[in-house]
């Protein structure tokens, strides 16, 4: 068994109320924190708007609540490590970023966060709040393409986080806002690849074991098992092969335009990024899809977990008209359209 | 040895000694979850219980406000599937015993058949997915016909630990270790250990109390 992983935090049993604190203050005032809560939402709210709220396990960072800004959500409510929140915690959080117009739900699609999420909308359509739920399902690897319910919600978060946040901006009624993430969801595919495990802090110990010279292609976030666990090879193999699996799904085609997404999950250096980012567009190029915008970045984390994902979705220009739209949070802030 | 029912100072009791029993057992149940899972089964499952442990009214509350205490606590802290499931499990147990002033064979036999309902319908889930409702599923029919209260938690106690072994031989087809498929053979589900524990701590209760009063009435 490995040594439990080095990390710099306190009680590992407070880093999720102490990391959320952090973030508040690192959003220089645009954010608040519910008060004794593991929620956040943002200062700046406009009063009459739909509302946004996304969530889930915190050790993802900077997702979930690294993205409550202008134009991304307007609050998440946050669970413990690699847990859902609790319902009271969503309820509060949607409370307190409702200003008339109803909410979104907008999260991964987890059991335990479909549960939870699930309680505190009725809780909420008790009151006579209108709720809708998009559950993000871009992890190509967690089932097959006619069973899309079953897949995990993976690094597509970041453009379905962004596209809905400007929707939600803009638009005026839940049912339109609810009707973009719809689609946003419908073409978007990802894939990710595994090269070492991380761990809970407070328990120290691995989310999985992979051997030294292995990787596991297709592994989900908290090291759900993925579709092949094979030798570690070159850069430009491990793209075909995620590729190889995310192009055919959708399908994408010739005189696609998409946005492409490559996610670090915590400890893979920004060079391994950019040699597998090449290679990816190598093979879109080929055949005949023009990527509109690129993020390469580190976004949905599990702890010092090493490996990457690779998201594509296809766009329209309403999709592009909103993934184009400035936003600012802690976790991702975006100037004009490219 | 007597066959009275638990009134509602006893059932807080019996959901402290339940709370302690699972607090006990982190580690088995984090081992568990690491085969399978992300790992984080025995930590939720700790701090839901821990705040069973204090939200508890040691007063003597209404039994079923009892349980239902305790199903509240631990959906509000555990967080995850096992905060919404375990939750389900006590809340959905409470209206079962709604007006109860005492917990009998049959008051068991319709928390579990509550429990089993309440979590089927809230996890979208029904028996042989490997799962916490096998093991519940398990009690509920071992439970039906013993004849009083130790005796309906010993059958049910042993019905959950058949569901814990029942789990080894399923293929998951929900939660995290959905994704494993075949991989999950031969790993017994941790939320299922869960409700052993629960189980047995519960059937611990009410036979050690069974001869406490055997002592003194003897």
Same mark, same amino acid.
């Given at each position: 068994m490995a040594k439990p992983a080095k990390k710099i935090l306190n009680d590992p049993r407070q880093a999720v109320t102490q990391m959320i604190d952090g973030l508040v203050l690192a959003s220089d005032g645009r954010t608040r924190r519910?008060?004794?809560?593991?929620a956040i939402v943002r +200062?700046?709210?406009?009063?009459?708007k739909v509302a946004l709220l996304i969530g889930g396990g915190s050790g993802?960072?900077?997702l979930f609540h690294g993205f409550v800004g202008q134009n991304l959500g307007d609050g998440a409510a946050c669970g413990q490590f690699f847990a859902a929140p609790a319902p009271h915690i969503i309820y509060e959080a949607a409370k307190a970023v409702h200003r008339g117009k109803g909410i979104l739900f907008l999260y991964g699609n987890y059991a335990g966060d479909n549960m939870n999420f699930d309680i505190a909308a009725e809780m909420l359509q008790d009151e006579g709040i209108d709720i809708r739920t998009v559950r993000v399902?871009?992890? @190509?690897?967690?089932?097959p393409p006619e069973r899309t319910h079953d897949r995990r919600g993976i690094a597509g978060d970041v453009l379905m986080i962004k596209i809905a946040g400007a929707a939600a901006a803009t638009l005026e009624s839940l049912d339109e806002v609810e009707r973009v993430a719809r689609k946003a969801v419908a073409n978007v595919r990802s894939m990710g690849v595994a090269v070492s495990a991380g761990s809970i802090p407070e328990t120290g110990k691995p989310t999985f074991e992979l051997a030294d010279d292995e990787i596991e292609v297709?592994?989900?976030?908290?090291?759900?098992?993925?579709?092949a666990r094979q030798k570690l090879a070159p850069a430009d193999a491990v793209a075909d092969a995620l590729l190889e699996r995310i192009l055919?799904?959708?399908?994408f085609a010739a005189g696609d335009e998409v946005a492409l997404v490559l996610n670090n999950?915590?400890? +893979?250096t920004m060079m391994e990024m950019l040699v597998v980012n090449r290679r990816i567009r190598q093979v879109l190029q080929d055949r005949g899809i023009t990527v509109h915008r690129t993020e390469v970045g580190?976004?949905? +984390? @599990?702890?010092?977990m090493a490996g990457f994902s690779v998201t594509l979705m296809k766009l329209d220009p309403e999709l592009k008209l909103y993934l184009d739209m400035p936003c600012h949070s802690v976790g991702l802030s975006r100037m004009e359209a490219v | 040895m007597s066959d009275a029912g638990l009134g509602a100072m006893d059932s807080v009791a019996m959901l402290q000694a339940v709370a302690r029993a699972v607090i006990a057992q982190v580690d088995v149940l984090t081992d568990a979850d690491l085969a399978?899972? #992300?790992?984080?089964h025995g930590i939720g499952m700790r701090r839901g219980f821990e705040a069973v442990l204090t939200a508890l #009214?040691?007063?003597?509350?209404?039994i079923d406000a009892a349980f239902r205490t305790t199903g509240m606590a631990i959906m509000a802290n555990t967080g995850g599937a096992a905060g919404a499931v375990f939750g389900t499990l006590f809340t959905a147990g409470a209206k079962a015993l709604a007006g109860a002033d005492s917990v009998d064979a049959d008051g068991i036999r319709r928390f579990l058949a509550g429990a089993q309902e309440g979590v089927a319908k809230r996890g979208g889930v029904t028996e042989g997915? =490997?799962?916490m409702l096998d093991a519940l599923a398990h009690a509920a029919r071992a439970a039906s016909?013993?004849? #009083?209260l130790a005796a309906c938690l010993t059958a049910a106690a042993a019905g959950a630990e058949a569901g814990v072994a029942a789990t080894k031989s399923m293929v998951a087809t929900?939660? =995290?270790?959905?994704?494993?498929g075949e991989r999950s053979l031969g790993h017994p589900d941790p939320g299922a250990i869960s409700v052993a524990i629960i189980l047995g701590a519960m059937r611990d209760f009410v036979s050690a109390r069974a001869n406490d009063d055997g002592g003194r009435n003897g």
């Open positions: 519910l008060p004794g809560l593991d +200062t700046d709210l406009p009063a009459d993802h960072e900077p399902t871009d992890d @190509v690897a967690a089932a297709g592994m989900g976030a908290h090291g759900e098992a993925g579709i055919p799904d959708l399908p999950l915590g400890a +893979t580190t976004w949905l +984390t @599990v702890q010092e | 399978i899972g #992300d790992g984080d #009214d040691t007063g003597a509350p209404a997915q =490997k799962t016909t013993a004849p #009083d929900t939660g =995290k270790a959905r994704s494993l």
